[in-house]
């Protein structure tokens, strides 16, 4: 198989990285005062499962997606584990290419597939560092 054509350099991943942290990292640390995870893992296994069942609960959807979601673990939930409680996670959620005319110029040409439920539960870089 070729490499696709999005792939970048990791030397560029890791400028990409560094920028972030230096741009919004630190903001983030010193807002919750505390490291916070900058990365999250999912197995190839459980991408695989995820995307197999958006394939096929999206079979009757215009040019499907996926979105990649920040979000972070409420401090007050019962249901969160305690270590992940306040901490940052990443969650994918399917989506679905906008009907033509139905959307503005500079506007996503897609939208989030509500029909689908979204996909959370990997496991956060520990400690947070520079890719």
Known sequence: MEKPENCIPRSEAHELSETWWNSRGKAIENAVKHKDVCAVNFSIAELEDYLAYVKENSKDVNDPGISIWMGTYPEDDEKVPEKKKGYST??????????????????????????????????????????
């Open 90 to 131: 990443v969650f994918l959620s399917p989506t679905r290419k906008k009907a033509p005319g139905t959307y503005e110029e500079g506007e996503n040409d897609f939208e989030e597939n509500e029909e689908i439920d979204p996909m959370n539960g990997g496991s956060g870089l520990w400690p947070p560092g520079v890719y």
